[in-house]
């Protein structure tokens, strides 16, 4: 089984037209993703790879079925984008688009939550469940994806897109296959956190371990950490933090929006301890993750 997307998974792309859409269809359609419909707003009728491109999102999820969308437009019209797919009844909506303004996001994200729609990312790679759907760019090409991932019992979820696909990576070449993998996004406010997948794949009989990919910066490994107590999870969880030497080099610049460090606020170190404190296996090295799964999967 798999979380969020899975074989019945019916993809609308915002801004199918656009190059980097225009690839990452091309990748998901080779790797077996149902691509159903594009969206951009004027080139209704055209179609990329055999998909056919429509001038509105309803229009693809009335002659399609479209249930999830992948997002990527200009980071100005995001919002808009993001509203006409809830409204047309999408209930999955993946934002891969990067350096969208924080009060456009704050916006969508509380519409869709009254509307009862999920928002990932923005500035997410998307979401894979391996072999059977894959919704964004996450992974690259088709054969790439299938090297990197395969099926099993470990969930990932990972503030970093690439990292994402690194640690899946390092998993399968251990013989330890995934059940779903979430890019939710490196920027400092998204609309999927680590606390809302959790429940996801507490309730999903195929994953017996969850992975989190951490970075400094922000307070969500901390407000993760206590809901994993309160929540009285039993489904184990290892995690890795990546750059602790932010924590030494006051000013040093680390990739993400998100990293913004002062002092012991969004230090790595404060992170470390709430999380082991929490009772997540919090591990000192990347390749660490194997032994630590090896000893608590089942199979």
């Known amino acids: 089984m798999a979380i969020l997307i ?8 915002q801004g199918i037209t656009g190059r980097e859409a225009t690839t990452f269809t091309k990748h998901s359609l080779d790797y077996g993703a149902k691509v159903v ?13 055999g998909v056919p491109v429509y001038d509105c999102v309803a229009e693809a999820v009335e002659r399609h079925g479209a249930n999830t969308s992948v997002i990527s437009v200009p ?27 924080r009060h456009d996001v704050v916006d969508f994200i509380a519409f869709a939550n009254e509307r009862g729609a999920r928002i990932v ?25 299938r090297k990197a991932y395969t099926e099993g019992p470990v969930g990932i979820v990972s503030r970093s897109g ?15 296959g995934q059940s779903t993998c979430v890019s939710i996004g490196g920027d400092p406010m998204v609309g999927t ?14 994953t017996q371990a969850m992975v989190i990919f951490c970075e400094p910066g922000g307070n969500a490994e901390e407000t993760f950490s206590e809901f994993y107590v309160k ?15 932010v924590d030494e080099m006051p000013g040093m610049r680390f ?21 082991r404190a929490a009772g997540i296996h919090v591990v000192e090295e990347l390749h660490d993750l194997v032994g630590g799964l090896r000893a608590v999967l089942k199979t």
């Open 121 to 145: 990312g923005p500035n997410s790679l998307g979401i894979l469940s391996p072999p059977r759907a894959k919704a964004g760019m996450v992974g690259g090409p088709a054969a790439d994806v």
């Open 193 to 206: 956190t680590y606390m809302d997948v959790l429940p996801l794949f507490q309730e999903d009989p195929a």
């Open 6 to 13: 899975d074989d019945a998974t019916r993809i609308v792309v």
């Open 231 to 245: 929540g009285g999870s039993t489904l184990p969880v290892f995690a890795f933090i990546a750059g602790r030497f």
């Open 162 to 176: 690439g990292m994402t696909t690194e640690i899946a990576n390092l998993l399968t070449q251990a013989g330890i």
């Open 75 to 101: 980071a100005g019209f995001v919002r808009g984008a993001v509203y006409e797919a809830v409204d047309a009844g999408v209930q999955l909506v993946v934002v891969v688009t990067e350096r969208v303004p």
């Open 255 to 275: 990739g993400h929006a998100a990293v913004l460090v002062e002092g012991e606020r969004g230090s790595t170190r404060t992170k470390m301890a709430a999380m």
């Open 37 to 49: 419909a594009g969206c951009t707003p004027g080139k209704g009728g055209e179609s990329i790879y």
